[in-house]
């Protein structure tokens, strides 16, 4: 019996997780290992990256891998990339299972990048939410705000100048959102696209609190057949693999 192989760290995965251990279906849930305590999930898991294409590619022919869910979160560009090159060499159909961007809002201020979620904020001091997880923190720490960083795991060192922690981890509400800006005088939301309710809520706190919005555009995703939902990435799998489900 040919393997699954789930890209995982979203919702979306964890869900697709279940479905595929009630189902009965061979399959491993892959994290990057970017979190200290990763969601216990109901498949045999791997922690930790492949060693690039490569080593996925390896993996892939070496476990006997029928099928790759790609189910990462849609900032994770560069695992998607790696995931795409390596099973078109091992001649493996992958899925991209990812949960639809946020549509836009006229007061929003959209920007392609990092580099242009820095550029949009003023140069005077105020308050920066600063949602957009701890790996790309750097190109901020010139600007002179107060940073307010929500983050699942503590950092070791203080991550911005000027910066306070808040460790959780989602979904969040409205009401603890607008809560959490007012208590720290924010003035400006910097997020990602990420899409999804349980990470929509600080857009509309923010739109009720008048907090200027700056949201970061998804990367360009490998051009893969795309679900949005686990069911149908379940669906998938059943006509792609019919000898491994």
Known sequence: ????????????????????????????????????????????????????????TRYLRDQRIGAVVDA?????????????????????PMLMLRRPAWPGDPGWQRVPDI?????ALPHAPTGVFLAIGRQNLAPFAALPHRWLLRLVDAPEAPPLPGARVVLAR?????????????????????????GGAGASAKLEAARELGVRVVLI???????????????????WLHQTTPRGV
């Open 170 to 194: 989602g979904p969040f509400s409205v009401e603890g959102d607008r809560a959490l800006m007012q208590d720290h005088a924010i003035t400006h939301l910097v997020a990602k696209n990420s």
């Open 1 to 56: 019996m040919r393997r699954i192989l789930l890209l995982g760290g979203t919702t979306e995965a964890s869900c697709l997780a279940a479905l595929l251990a009630q189902a009965g279906i061979a399959a491993v849930f892959s994290y990057a290992g970017r979190t200290e305590a990763p969601l216990a999930q109901p498949l045999p898991t791997r922690i930790g990256g492949f060693g690039g294409v490569e080593g996925l």
């Open 115 to 119: 580099a242009g979620a820095v550029a």
């Open 217 to 235: 555009d998804r990367p360009a995703a490998p051009d893969r057949p795309e679900v949005a939902k686990p069911e149908d990435a379940l669906d």
């Open 72 to 92: 990462t979160h849609p900032f994770a560009a560069q695992i998607s990339r790696n995931a795409d090159a390596a099973c078109r060499a091992a001649c493996v």
